[in-house]
């Protein structure tokens, strides 16, 4: 293989070369040494590492542990004095405009002179009429549950307002469908889906697809029942976290989203870009209605109360007042 | 039960000095003198077999297979020598100045050995066809052997040999 240097020549040369190296006397005390100190150091450091960790451990279960509902502090927001218009002399009807049971009042005002401007809180319980006849159900699905979605903050939205069909606010319109009980929205930004189950829905049923108050990120409305020509209306809207949720009223608030027309009672709801506004009335005759107003705000933690106004309505308008006035509706499958 | 993990860890610790002890007598010098024609300074050569001896004592009771705690103990010597180059060539590249030669205080054994021509011969052999020629042919380690140490082929090993064998071949006779 080489013929200059054979293998047993070269382990001849390298003991031979390296023979006179001898170990140091105190190497092993050395080495004994270095054993120590490595063994002193070990200790402080694995117990060391041991906090560091139960640290991380304590840390990343605080991070990642769920919240309780029953932890969280929910402080029902003060009712703010708002500014109505109240006939002078409305006599029994005033009761159920602002606080009354209202179901069998609806006793025209009699002839006020001038409107003056009382300040009364905004409804928190019993802002709409209701009467005992109605179906209690399709009232809970509006009206109970959890509100929005949170603080977590939504993106920023293409248009303001959005454009036809545009839930998630990323300006393409969005496929809202049906499956089961459930109404589903497919949303264009990342493709997921959001669904909310809606155990009362009553089928076929209708929605609309409008921004109603003009933040970029339209709401769904569904009709979820029927009964005695009242309908009742759940309102879905695009969340944070990109999911699909009921707006329900906050603090409880008994917020009805309703319209029809029942006897002496009847209900409806607009929306113009600002907000909701949910109409309820009341009449004795069934031509004239004493009706009042509530401004409705669509905030990321649900159905805001607002403004309470009052007025009369009568004649050809009561169809217009008591109907859903949001958008168009259309038949949802 | 802290008690018998107390009473386990202890006669580790016992087991791993007297291995230690055992492992001392029987090969310190012979691996001494392994790291010796490993590295470039031969005074280095003993502090870097008491570390291994120290590593392979820290990890006695991870160690799988006892029987093998002198080619573990190669081993460690193998890869601490390399380390040992490679720090030693970075502080050369970023030496400042070249330090005047000082009496060495290891006059005697190590200069004879630095002045060995095979040594002189080995130091000029790249890494690896050095590591080669010293386990196979000093430290009479077969090729399988040899390869589980330097973390190579078989084939790589005879590579190696062959061509440190040829250099040191013209080397040597260059010298003659």
Redesign the interface.
Same mark, same amino acid.
């Given at each position: 293989?080489?013929?200059?240097?054979e293998?047993e020549e070269?382990?001849r040369?390298?003991?031979?070369?390296?023979e006179?190296?001898?170990?140091?006397p105190d190497?092993?005390h050395?080495?004994?040494a270095?054993?120590e100190r490595?063994r002193w150091w070990?200790m402080p450091l694995m117990a060391t590492g041991g906090v560091v960790m139960a640290a991380l451990i304590a840390l990343a279960f605080v991070a990642v542990r769920p919240q309780s509902s029953s932890e969280q502090v929910v402080e029902p927001a003060g009712p703010p004095l708002v500014s109505s218009m109240v006939e002078p002399t409305a006599g029994p009807s005033a009761g159920p405009s602002v606080g009354g049971g209202g179901s069998g009042g609806g006793t025209r005002p009699s002839g006020g002179t001038r409107p003056q401007h009382t300040t009364t809180p905004p409804p928190t319980t019993s802002s709409t009429p209701r009467t005992g006849t109605t179906p209690s159900s399709p009232v809970a699905s509006a009206t109970t549950g959890q509100g929005g979605s949170g603080s977590l903050s939504l993106p920023s939205p293409a248009h303001r307002p959005a454009l036809a069909n545009d839930v998630d606010g990323d300006g393409t319109a969005d496929t809202v469908r049906l499956n089961g009980t459930k109404v589903e929205v497919v949303f264009s930004r990342g493709g997921k889906a959001g669904s909310v189950d809606l155990p009362n829905l009553q089928l076929p049923t209708v929605h609309a697809v409008v921004d109603a108050n003009g933040d970029g990120f339209a709401e769904v409305l569904v009709r979820t029942s029927s009964r005695d020509n009242i309908d009742e209306y759940a309102l879905l809207r695009y969340a944070a976290g990109g999911v699909l949720s009921q707006a329900l009223p906050v603090g409880g608030a008994n917020l009805r989203l309703s319209a029809g027309v029942r006897d002496d009672s009847a209900f409806g709801f607009q929306c113009d870009g600002s907000g909701l506004r949910l109409i309820s009335g009341t009449s004795s005759d069934g031509i004239s209605y004493q009706t009042v107003t509530t401004a409705v705000q669509i905030t990321s933690d649900g159905l805001v109360a607002g403004q309470v106004t009052q007025e009369m309505v009568t004649g050809s308008s009561v169809g217009t007042v008591f109907a859903p006035g949001c958008g168009t509706f259309s038949a949802l499958s | 039960m802290p008690a018998r993990s107390d009473a386990a860890r202890s006669a580790v610790a016992r087991d791993a000095?007297a291995a230690?002890?055992a492992l =001392?007598s029987e090969h310190?010098?012979s691996l @001494?003198?392994l790291a010796?024609?490993l590295l470039d300074d031969?005074g280095l050569?003993?502090e870097v077999v008491?570390?291994a001896?120290?590593r392979v004592?820290?990890a006695w009771g991870r160690l799988q297979d006892r029987d093998k705690a002198l080619a573990y103990l190669r081993q460690t010597v193998v890869n601490l020598a390399r380390s040992t180059l490679r720090r030693r060539l970075v502080a050369l590249k970023h030496a400042p100045k070249p330090m005047p030669d000082a009496a060495s205080a290891e006059e005697?054994? =190590?200069s004879?050995?630095e002045r060995?021509a @095979?040594?002189q011969a080995?130091r000029e052999l790249p890494r690896r066809q050095r590591e080669a020629?010293?386990l196979?042919?000093?430290a009479?380690m077969s090729e399988a052997d040899a390869a589980a140490v330097m973390g190579c082929s078989v084939g790589s090993v005879k590579a190696y040999t062959?061509r440190g064998?040829?250099a040191?071949?013209?080397k040597?006779?260059g010298l003659r």
């Open positions: 293989m080489n013929s200059g240097l293998p070269l382990t040369l390298l003991r031979a070369a390296v006179p190296i001898r170990a140091s190497a092993l050395q080495i004994r270095g054993v490595r070990r | 000095d230690l002890t =001392y310190y010098r @001494v003198r010796a024609l031969i050569c003993e008491q570390d001896y120290i004592h820290g005697g054994a =190590y004879l050995v060995a @095979v040594v080995l020629v010293v196979r042919y000093y009479d062959s064998l040829a040191l071949s013209g040597l006779e």
